[in-house]
Each structure stands twice: as structure tokens, then as C-alpha cells.
T-cell receptor, first 115, second 111 residues
Framework: DTGVSQDPRHKITKRGQNVTFRCDPI?????LYWYRQTLGQGPEFLTY????????KSRLLSDRFSAERPKGSFSTLEIQRTEQGDSAMYLC?????????????FGEGSRLTVL | EDQVTQSPEALRLQEGESSSLNCSYT??????LFWYRQDPGKGPEFLFT???AGEEKEKERLKATLTKKESFLHITAPKPEDSATYLC????????????FGDGTTLTVKP
């Protein structure tokens, strides 16, 4: 069990640029989640995949955000035309369908700073 | 909409001084309540799952309990290494994937 891996760990970008984050889940986990967390707040749900299917997406997620999970393995989260309000920690989590869907195993996050 | 409120926001304890953290929730059809620990700069670490009122779970110095409206995380004789932010989350209704998190309680244990 190598844990959930996220890349890059830190990203600084200028407003208007596109950024992409990658998440590699625990190998036997078929569920994958993206959350966003700002300082002093709890994680906020963005989207959820079961295998390669995107089953849930937050209404808060603007159309500048898109996530994919080709072949049900790693996932990418892309933010287009970044805004300063997008600055946050982007957390990826995975879980197994042999456990409750709320028992999440998180990576260490990708911190985004938009200047 | 599901709501989770944690209190207090911050708690400072002396080593060995037991206390409790509170998580109040308002949901339609609770499917599970989850506790996590988060260290600075790291992702949350799963601790417990509680499903129904009256249920209790224990792990080392931590014990989580659940009622119909709230959950408590009891910390017995804490040590400095227990210092962290403790997050509570719920899953409810038909949302199989979404967890709604509270904003956490930041615990500091002084030696």
C-alpha cells in the first residue's frame, strides 16, 4: 500500500493560465474523489468517480473545472483560466467498494497559488 | 442541504487533561458519520466510521460516539502527539460519493 500520490505538490501560476493536477490512487481502490480545501475550512467536495465513470459533480464546480479518470486508474483535474479565488489545496482521495464510501484515504494534496 | 458544525474551533489542553470535541449535523437520511485527523500540510487521515445512534468506536486515546443529532470525539489523557485538526464528515441521502465536512477543531496539547 503506497498511498494516494498527487503531483505536483505545489503550483504557482498567473491568473488566466490553465493548470492540471494528477492523482494516482491506492492500486486496488476503484473509487476516486477530488476535494478542495482553503485555510481554516474543511474539505469541499468537487467530484467522484467509480472506476472510469464520473458519478457525482458538485454544483459549485464551474465549467472551468474538468476531471477525468481514463481506464479507471489515475485521474486528472484541470482548471482553465485560473482566478485568484481558485487558490486552495486540491485533495485527492480513494476508497475501496469493500468499505463505506465515506472512508476516504487522502493524498497530501496539490497546493495551488494563483497570482 | 447537509450541514456539519464543529465546536470548539480551537482547544488547548495540558498533557493528560481529557476533553471532548463536538460535531453537530443536520442531514436528511444519515448514511454514515466519519472522523478524520489532519496534520498541518497533510491530507486528512481516516479515524472512525459511525452508522447509528448509540454506536461507539475506540482507538488508543480516542473514542467516538454518535447520537441522532451530534457526535463526540473524546480524548482521554492526551499527549502532545495528539495535536492536530480533527474533522467530522457526514454522508447522507442518495449522495453515494459526496462527504460534507465540518471546518474542524484544532487541538493543541501542551507538555
Amino acid at each position: 500500500d503506497t498511498g494516494v500520490s498527487q503531483d505536483p505538490r505545489h503550483k504557482i501560476t498567473k491568473r488566466g493560465q490553465n493548470v492540471t493536477f494528477r492523482c494516482d490512487p491506492i492500486s486496488e481502490h476503484n473509487r476516486l474523489y477530488w476535494y478542495r480545501q482553503t485555510l481554516g475550512q474543511g474539505p469541499e467536495f468537487l467530484t467522484y468517480f467509480q472506476n472510469e465513470a464520473q458519478l457525482e459533480k458538485s454544483r459549485l464546480l464551474s465549467d472551468r473545472f474538468s476531471a477525468e479518470r481514463p481506464k479507471g486508474s489515475f485521474s486528472t483535474l484541470e482548471i482553465q483560466r485560473t482566478e485568484q479565488g481558485d487558490s486552495a489545496m486540491y485533495l485527492c482521495a480513494s476508497s475501496s467498494d469493500r468499505r463505506a464510501t465515506g472512508e476516504l484515504f487522502f493524498g497530501e494534496g496539490s497546493r495551488l497559488t494563483v497570482l | 442541504e447537509d450541514q456539519v458544525t464543529q465546536s470548539p474551533e480551537a482547544l488547548r489542553l495540558q498533557e493528560g487533561e481529557s476533553s471532548s470535541l463536538n460535531c453537530s449535523y443536520t442531514v436528511s437520511g444519515l448514511r454514515g458519520l466519519f472522523w478524520y485527523r489532519q496534520d498541518p500540510g497533510k491530507g486528512p487521515e481516516f479515524l472512525f466510521t459511525l452508522y447509528s445512534a448509540g454506536e461507539e468506536k475506540e482507538k488508543e486515546r480516542l473514542k467516538a460516539t454518535l447520537t441522532k443529532k451530534e457526535s463526540f470525539l473524546h480524548i482521554t489523557a492526551p499527549k502532545p502527539e495528539d495535536s492536530a485538526t480533527y474533522l467530522c464528515a457526514v454522508q447522507a441521502g442518495t449522495n453515494a460519493g459526496k462527504s460534507t465536512f465540518g471546518d474542524g477543531t484544532t487541538l493543541t496539547v501542551k507538555p
